[in-house]
């Protein structure tokens, strides 16, 4: 059967940015080990990171000193490993970054067809508006919004709903690939695909979303279909 992409005119659809959009983990791991390494930690393995990436800097920080075994830092101690995290992360934030395979091509098609993109992140606006401009993809989304630009993170459905512009119905998907974005979908009332190959710490099957895909080709058809059943 060949899907009916016309059912995409309209259709507001979000995106996660770190695991979704972009294999960010390469320059996450180079700015989380120059913030966590000079403190006595190994350094940290990209495989390692992209099980940890999802609610942002500071827990990915935190995370790392959990892996370790290390005691939890302070308040204050956190917030200077952050700034050295950010500083680091901002300097080149593009180097090894690059959008998943098929990403450009999924979005052209979107676009073509009436779909009104968004990205709904937990990094930070300004950095990811940094990211995808370095990357010519920012001019693809109507609004780019981290969390400082919603009431609450994800897994809060206020983030989706500040990314579309409004109250999610059954026209809103959100594609992610972790829990935060799942629940943030199930909780506005959208419908949920997630990225079965990104940065999930728990197994993709078990996070209750209303479609997996492996690949960006497949994720057009695939929303077209599901917006079927609306």
Request: with cysteine.
């Amino acid at each position: 059967m060949v899907s009916d992409l016309s059912r995409l005119d309209g259709a507001r659809i979000a995106f996660d940015l770190d695991g979704t959009l972009v294999d960010t983990a390469p320059d996450l791991v180079r700015a989380l080990n120059a913030a966590v390494v000079p403190e006595g930690l190994e350094p940290v393995q990209v495989a390692a990171v992209r099980a940890m990436v999802g609610r942002g800097a500071r827990a990915l920080i935190a995370r790392a000193y959990e892996r370790a075994g290390a005691p939890a830092l302070s308040d204050a101690a956190l917030e200077r490993r952050l700034d050295v995290f950010m500083d680091s992360y901002r300097a080149g934030i593009a180097d090894q970054s690059r959008p998943f395979d098929g990403v450009l091509d999924a979005l052209d098609v979107f676009a073509a067809n009436g779909a009104v993109l968004s990205v709904c992140t937990n990094k930070p606006t300004s950095l990811a508006r940094s990211l995808l401009e370095t990357l010519g993809m920012a001019n693809r989304f109507v609004r780019i919004v981290g969390p400082e630009d919603a009431p609450e993170k994800k897994p809060d459905p206020r983030h989706l709903e500040a990314a579309i512009g409004g109250k999610a119905d059954r026209r809103t998907v959100l594609v992610g690939d972790s829990e935060p974005d799942a629940q943030a979908a199930r909780a506005a009332g959208a419908w949920c695909v997630i990225f079965a190959d990104g940065y999930s710490e728990k197994p993709t099957g078990a996070l209750g979303a209303d479609r997996l895909f492996k690949h960006w080709n497949e994720l057009p058809a695939l929303i077209a279909d599901l917006l079927e059943l609306e």
